[in-house]
């Protein structure tokens, strides 16, 4: 580590934000650079792997490395990214297009193995970048480009399954809220295992159901003596529709597969006769 402390502006990369004027990622993005400062994370350790969509160009706006990947494989790229190279600081980043819909298949996965990484799910319930299709968290009955006579399924709870698949700490924030978010992105980016933030960020051009006002009803933070350790109880927060609860909703202090991995290299090399085996084999 440099013996100068690291600033906010240290991890803006050369390319402005070019997200549409008024989008919430601009209050996702700002506190993430404040949470970047204050962990003093260090540029040249820190990955950020993303999927497509609005979120998808995160990495171009940060003073780090980057993979923009494809169509929904963000938390595969970034697991396999953190498995190889632990000693690095793995953050992905997605959109609910990407993350729910085809990259959905991965979350249980991720999430029980406990890869010791942070996946940030900015959420804006529609398909911003190719124009305003539904997505999978687009509210019943909300028309689009897709469901011009209104949208017919029922939209998905990404908290509860994030809840549901057992996620070693799963917190939720607001773009309209960007003060909130840093500390959130603290805690999330400093626990040992899977960290998964769900953000919703209002699109402001393709999405005129779901907006600042309408969130800014409904929006409210966890209780100050609310338990994160009580998943049925966060389950029954998430369950709670009519509130957008904010913060650590939940978290869980257990090995993450890097330790397993290691656990599991010392029971192999307890068997005497590996080294022959191999031999042998091989």
């Known amino acids: 580590m440099s013996d100068t402390a690291l600033k906010v502006a240290d991890y803006k990369s050369d390319l ?20 970047l400062a204050e962990i003093q994370a260090q540029p040249k350790d820190t990955v950020i792997v993303s999927g497509i969509g609005c979120s998808g160009r995160f990495p171009y706006f940060c003073n780090t490395y980057g993979f923009h990947g494809v169509h929904g494989r963000a938390l595969p790229t970034a697991a396999g990214m953190k498995i190889a190279r632990p000693d690095l600081e793995i953050i992905a980043v997605g959109g609910d ?23 940030i799910l900015i959420d ?3 398909y911003g970048l190719t124009k ?32 549901s698949y057992n996620a070693s700490f799963v917190g939720r924030g607001y773009g309209g809220k960007p003060k909130d978010l840093k500390d959130l992105f603290v805690q ?12 919703f960020s209002p699109c402001v051009t393709m999405n005129k159901q779901v907006t600042f006002k309408s969130m800014n009803e409904i929006v409210k933070p ?6 994160p350790s009580n998943r049925l109880a966060a389950m029954e927060k998430a369950l709670d529709t009519g509130t957008f609860w904010t913060g650590v ?23 005497s006769g590996l080294e022959e085996l191999c031999k042998k084999f091989g």
């Open 249 to 271: 909703v939940y978290k869980d202090e257990r090995d993450t597969i890097h330790e397993r991995i290691d656990q599991m290299e010392e029971r192999i090399g307890q068997y």
């Open 124 to 126: 804006n319930s529609i």
């Open 97 to 119: 297009g990407d993350g729910l819909g085809i990259g959905g298949g991965h979350i249980p996965h991720v999430c029980r193995k406990n890869v010791n990484m942070t996946y």
């Open 16 to 35: 402005k934000p070019i997200w549409c004027a008024g989008c919430g990622d601009y209050g996702v993005i700002t506190p993430f650079y404040k949470a």
């Open 222 to 227: 966890l209780p100050e003596d609310w338990d």
């Open 188 to 199: 999330a980016l400093t626990h040992k295992g899977f960290s998964v933030l769900h953000i």
């Open 132 to 163: 305003g299709q539904s997505s999978p968290t687009s509210p019943l009955n909300m028309k689009s480009k897709t469901a011009p006579y209104a949208y017919m399924e029922d939209p998905l709870n990404p908290l509860l399954m994030f809840l």
